[in-house]
């Protein structure tokens, strides 16, 4: 009688299709390439660097302390970490040295996950805290602006005032690489929506506590919006899985939190970097917020 | 007037959460139930049900009739053990019973190769019994949930006050298998007849058969059936997983849940699965006992004889395949599942044999297979698991408890709960195997407890 070699493994034995974590880091990825491709277009050849020097550091540093993706062949991973690095590289000044991104890369796969437990035990947005620890070493090259076509520095739009709105809208304004169209932003927040990858609470809410907040303070709430990186910060970071709550209360929450607290810190602390703070901040309610928003289980009174 | 198929899935009852699967029922839903030829020997394993294992009562060399009693226990936690085929016993040892275990069982060679049938006629009086008399049938005769653990029936119709209403289970939400609906379909008069005795077992006045919409002539037969029964409903129900799953069924029949811990007997429901039922009137009615059973073969698009099968309990996996056409040796790198693809077993060996619980056998190639890691993925926090979880549990927390040790931790979110649908690895992004740590948390659990 012949025996065969049988596979003998767990239930379930079928698995939902096309969900995986690196197909749908990788649409995240696909979602952020237009910003990317017209970031690069506007700045040149020095941002294509940054982006590329950030996104590579970032897959190396996790190829290096994370067992499963060491071998050559695995690693990109579950493609978490060019997010990481991808997103990083949009939130930067386009002048910026292209080793201070892969440096902040390192800081932000370092500091932002693997210290605090890896992807999916870290409290805080990994490209944030990669920010974040670059404020910190180089604050001067971290607030230079160049105005696209013709190279002059300036600060960020949010404190000069001096770009149109329809211009913040298409992105033809000094401003981070990627962070500047809010229209090809929203495009591709838009996609990862239909898709189910994002819900619509955090950035919605963001957008709405961040005009509320700006009308308290008598400020143009359109400025806010567009301008200083709010848009790819509450379409594509406050949205972030690992960082956000679970549940859709907790998400309308969170999303107020980030609004208010970026307006708050740009009026209050005349800081243009209100977005990377607020988020950072309202990362830490996570726990709290999922903790107490719980749906009740079934029977449970 | 008759109600279109899109009128009855728009009115279909459901329950919140869960998720679509792909059905795949239709390899076989259109196969009649065939008897497969007799299997020279069956693997009778002396424990089929949750509960105690029977002691033998034969002993080789003695010849047996199918139907015959060959284990029992004097025990209300078991139910008795027939012999499903005639001839010798030749062996009363430990035999594998597919999941790495070995399960004492007694071997039968067959010595008589009728493919008839045996003739069982309508017991009188069958309709007037107490329930004390139906109860102590079900364990004689060996009826337990035959979907599932295989919970004996004896102990969950043992009521001590009415209950007003009896479910009978024909949801078979499960991926490929077509063996229920099959059973409602061919025996529907078994099926209403098994309805009729639990009610009078456990004093119900009504009975609700849910069936699954993708199921539509069931639904019509049934319906037909108990067209001039005031006290018998047919409910369709959505085409969702778990459907099947008593509380889930339940809250989309009643809109009632019982409470955490509590059983459906709480909300005056008592729930039945449609073959179960058919079985209980055999037994009851015509005086036979569970000893042979249908099963689904299939697989996606694996098996050429797919089908609907006859089988007497105790026939390997192997003479199943086998006598269908699929050779033991092509199977080099597949998984044989002995149930269903979300909560079936993956045999460790073809000599594992069909037992009452079993309501199929899936193939699945290696090309089906999905990859499983020797480490434990993070979670990433998606939420997947949570939206699909037919319970309201949050599987995500219960398995990182579990994974740091602390099943304790897991208590207060309810991991007792859990009915191992198995949805929360299905759906999750990263492959993360939280199903499996969930179940690993209740069984650590249970161990402290002791
Ligand atoms: S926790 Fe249990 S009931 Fe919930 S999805 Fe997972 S297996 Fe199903
Ligand atoms: S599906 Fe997996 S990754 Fe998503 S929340 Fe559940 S356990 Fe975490």
Known sequence: ?301 | MPVSTSEVKRRAKTFQRGIDLPHNKHYTDGKAVERLPLPPFVVVPLRQHAGETVEPTVKPGDHVSAGDVVGDLDDRWCSAVHASVTGVVSEVEPRPFGDGTMVPSVVIRTTEQSREAPAFAERAGWQDLDQQTILGILKDFGIVGMAGAGFPTHINLAVRSKIPMLIVNGAECEPFLTSDHRTMIERTDAVIGGAEIIMRCIGADRCVFGVETNKPDAIEVLRDKTRNNPAMEVVPVAVKYPQGYKKTLLRAITGKDPPLGGRSSDVGCIVRNASTTAAIYEAVALGKPLYERVITVSGPGSVERCGNYLVPVGTTIRYVLESIGVRAEDLDGYKIIRGGPMTGLAVDTLDAPVVKPTTGILVMPPSAIQPQHEWINPCIRCSACVNHCPVGLYPNEISQFVEAGTPEAAEGLHIRECCECAICSYVCPNYRPVTHLVMEGKAMLRQRSR
């Open chain 1, 1 to 301: 009688m012949y025996n065969p070699k049988l596979v003998v493994t767990r239930a379930p034995h079928i698995k939902i299709k096309v969900e995986n974590t690196r197909q749908i880091m990788l649409e995240v990825i696909l979602a952020l390439l237009p910003a990317t491709a017209m970031g690069i277009y506007l700045f040149g050849g020095n941002a294509a660097a940054v982006v590329v020097a950030a996104v590579v550091a970032a897959i190396v540093t996790e190829a290096a302390v994370d067992r499963r993706f060491s071998n050559p062949s695995e690693i990109f991973g579950d493609g978490s970490a060019a997010l990481t690095g991808l997103l990083l590289a949009l939130s930067l000044p386009p002048s910026i040295a292209p080793g201070y991104a892969a440096a902040g890369s390192v800081a932000a796969i370092l500091f932002g996950k693997v210290l605090q437990g890896g992807l999916g035990k870290n409290l805080f947005n990994p490209a944030l805290v990669g920010r974040a620890v670059m404020m910190v070493i180089w604050p001067a090259a971290m607030t230079t602006w160049v105005s696209p076509f013709d190279g002059a520095t300036s600060a960020t739009p949010l404190i000069s005032g001096e770009a149109t709105l329809s211009a913040l809208f298409l992105g033809t304004v000094p401003g981070s690489i990627g962070e500047t169209s809010a229209l090809l932003l929203l495009a591709g927040a838009l996609f990862l929506n239909i898709r189910g990858r994002i819900h619509w609470q955090i950035p919605f809410f963001f957008v709405l506590g961040s005009v509320l907040t700006a009308v308290a303070f008598r400020a143009n709430p359109l400025a806010h919006v567009f301008g200083g990186g709010l848009m790819i910060g509450a379409l594509f970071m406050a949205t972030d899985w690992v960082t956000s709550p679970m549940t859709p209360n907790g998400k309308v929450i969170f999303g107020i939190g980030c609004g208010v607290l970026t307006v708050l810190i740009r009026e209050l602390g005349r800081y243009p970097e209100g977005v990377t703070y607020a988020i950072l901040l309202m990362n830490a309610t996570v726990p709290l917020l999922d903790r107490y928003l719980k749906h009740k289980a079934l029977g449970e009174a």
